[in-house]
């Protein structure tokens, strides 16, 4: 079974950049579709980046398209969001997800496509 650990986020000042982290152990990487998600407080889950099991594949939702970046690692099992510019409402939860891919050259940013799920670390941007 995938497991899914996360790293890295905490506070960020508007503007600046923070990085997360999602290390995976029990099966290779590229087996699967990897998302990012987030869920602020009183609101519901929102998918914001995901990556083909091809790695061809990337989208993101229109709220941090040009200032989130999603990369992985194959040979490290990881896979990263690049925060750039983070604003206020960039404030979350954010999780990473994975899916074991039945079509390579897709993913999808609904969390139901997601069987494997990393606990979650906190973001916080604010001066």
């Known amino acids: 079974q995938l497991q899914l650990v996360e790293s890295g986020g905490g506070l960020g000042q508007p503007g600046s950049s923070l990085e997360l982290s999602c290390a995976t152990s029990?099966?290779?990487?590229?087996?699967?579709?990897i998302g990012w998600f987030r869920q602020a407080p009183g609101k519901e889950r929102e998918g914001i980046s995901c990556?083909?099991?091809?790695?061809?594949?990337?989208k993101y939702t229109d709220s941090v398209k040009g200032r989130f970046t999603i990369s992985r690692d194959v040979q490290k099992n990881t896979f990263y969001l690049q925060m750039n510019s983070p604003i206020p409402e960039d404030t979350a939860r954010y999780y990473c997800?994975?899916?074991?891919?039945?079509?390579?050259?897709?993913?999808?940013?609904?969390?139901?496509?997601?069987?494997?799920w990393g606990q979650g670390t906190q973001v916080t941007v604010s001066s």
């Open positions: 997800a994975a899916e074991l891919a039945t079509v390579a050259a897709d993913c999808g940013l609904s969390g139901s496509l997601y069987d494997y």
């Open positions: 029990g099966f290779p990487l590229d087996w699967y579709a």
């Open positions: 990556m083909s099991s091809d790695g061809n594949t990337i």
